[in-house]
């Protein structure tokens, strides 16, 4: 998110990220663990000491809180002990968000049999404010994350699901709203066999043509502005032994699909709105573009089959979404505004550091 600390962006890889030891083939992808293997929502518990976890003082430090999640519906009624520390940048500050984000820590349960099995710790997407405008940014933000899996394998896994939750300290709901979990990233880097690169300066010119090409057309369909693969801005950098980097995108609050009302583009954009979409990729070689534009071409129809399986979101969260992809797909059917708003707005010279 725009003016973010680099030290907001370092704890969330101190968290994430280990050094992923012996990559393994590539050509052996190993399956989603059971958090990620369904699509339909979970409905789960969660309980804390919220009204310390709420209170800024809280949002400002690194210290971990112990609470529990509960499966809503499970036979056993199995509680699993976990860890909550608050997380991100934009949203910790100056009272933009009423609710804060977590990571999840579930090392210290006995996972075995459950959703959970094989997880360590999560990041947990919420709603900012009790608003239902907010509950609509979650779902929306959910749909960037699917997409992208359609659109590649390199990419974090999600789950979504309805949470209740409770004060550890007295029976009291504060509230009951969805929102979703996000693969680890040691997790993804073990289903895929890579290892996280941790570079002062990353050129994307220089990664795979093909998942840079994808991940930077992919931020243009949304209108996401908000990031940057040359210096790990809301981007993982990967790398499969032997072969090029690629980056793998996340933290989509900010763009044009999820429309929240706390976002704004960067003022270096000259626009007014984050709908507005300006392509950020970098310039390769026509052949490769050729290929990624083809590549969501052929996408189409499984993008458009993935908004009618969310039957559980509101049918104003589906329509907006459908209408903004069909009109970033107007733009790829077009050679006009292709070359107009896509292959001419290509960038060169040396990656810049952004607001």
């Given at each position: 998110m725009?003016n973010?600390?680099?030290?907001s962006?370092?704890?969330?890889?101190?968290?994430?990220l280990?050094p992923?030891a012996?990559a393994?083939?590539?050509?052996?992808?190993?399956?989603?663990l059971a958090?990620f293997?369904a699509a339909?929502p979970l409905?789960l518990?969660l309980?804390?000491?919220?009204?310390?976890?709420?209170?800024?003082?809280s949002w400002?430090?690194?210290?971990w809180?112990?609470?529990?999640?509960?499966l809503e519906?499970?036979?056993?009624q199995r509680?699993?002990p976990?860890?909550?520390r608050v997380r991100?940048?934009?949203?910790?500050?100056?009272d933009?968000c009423n609710?804060p984000?977590?990571f999840?820590?579930v090392?210290g349960?006995d996972?075995?049999?459950?959703?959970?099995e094989g997880?360590?710790?999560?990041?947990?997407?919420?709603?900012?404010r009790g608003?239902?405008?907010?509950?609509?940014?979650?779902?929306?933000?959910f749909?960037?994350?699917?997409?992208y899996?359609?659109?590649?394998?390199?990419?974090?896994r999600?789950?979504?699901a309805?949470?209740?939750?409770m004060?550890?300290?007295?029976?009291v709901?504060v509230?009951?709203?969805y929102?979703f979990?996000?693969?680890?990233?040691d997790a993804?880097?073990?289903?895929?066999?890579?290892?996280?690169?941790?570079?002062?300066?990353?050129?994307?010119?220089?990664g795979?043509?093909?998942?840079m090409?994808?991940?930077?057309?992919?931020?243009?369909?949304?209108?996401?502005?908000?990031?940057s693969a040359?210096?790990?801005?809301?981007i993982?950098?990967?790398q499969?032994p032997?072969?090029?980097i690629?980056?793998?995108?996340?933290?989509?609050d900010?763009?044009?699909?999820?429309?929240?009302r706390?976002?704004?583009?960067?003022s270096?954009?000259r626009?007014?709105?984050?709908?507005?979409?300006?392509?950020?990729g970098?310039?390769?070689?026509?052949?490769?573009?050729d290929e990624?534009?083809a590549?969501f071409?052929?996408?189409?129809?499984?993008?458009?089959?993935?908004l009618?399986?969310?039957?559980?979101?509101p049918v104003v969260?589906?329509?907006?979404?459908?209408?903004?992809?069909?009109?970033?797909?107007?733009v790829?059917?077009?050679?006009?505004?292709?070359?107009r708003?896509?292959?001419?707005?290509c960038?060169?010279?040396v990656?810049?550091?952004?607001?």
């Open positions: 725009p973010r600390s680099a030290r962006v370092a704890i969330i890889f101190a968290v994430l280990s992923v012996g393994g083939d590539a050509e052996e992808l190993k399956a989603p958090l293997a339909e409905e518990t309980t804390a000491d919220f009204k310390t976890l709420r209170s800024r003082k400002e430090s690194d210290r809180h112990e609470g529990s999640i509960s519906g499970d036979l056993a509680v699993l976990v860890r909550l991100g940048g934009f949203r910790t500050r100056d933009n609710f984000q977590f999840v820590d090392t349960a996972t075995l049999g459950t959703v959970f997880q360590e710790i999560l990041a947990l997407t919420t709603h900012c608003s239902s405008v907010y509950s609509r940014y979650i779902h929306r933000e749909i960037a994350y699917r997409i899996n359609l659109l590649t394998d390199k990419s974090l999600v789950r979504s309805l949470f209740t939750y004060r550890s300290d007295k029976p709901k509230a009951r709203r929102g979990f996000v693969e680890h990233f993804m880097a073990s289903r895929l066999g890579t290892r996280h690169v941790d570079l002062d300066v990353f050129h994307p010119a220089a795979d043509a093909f998942e090409g994808v991940l930077e057309l992919f931020e243009f369909m949304i209108g996401n502005t908000d990031f040359a210096y790990e801005h809301n993982v950098l990967m499969l032997g072969q090029k690629f980056g793998v995108p996340y933290d989509f900010f763009s044009g699909l999820v429309n929240a706390y976002a704004a583009p960067a270096q954009f626009t007014r709105s984050v709908r507005t979409r300006i392509y950020r970098w310039c390769r070689d026509e052949a490769d573009f990624v534009v590549h071409q052929t996408k189409r129809a499984e993008i458009f089959e993935l009618d399986e969310f039957d559980w979101m969260v589906i329509k907006d979404a459908e209408q903004y992809l069909r009109s970033f797909y107007d790829l059917d077009s050679p006009r505004e292709l070359d708003q896509i292959r001419t707005k960038a060169t010279g990656p810049v550091r952004g607001e």
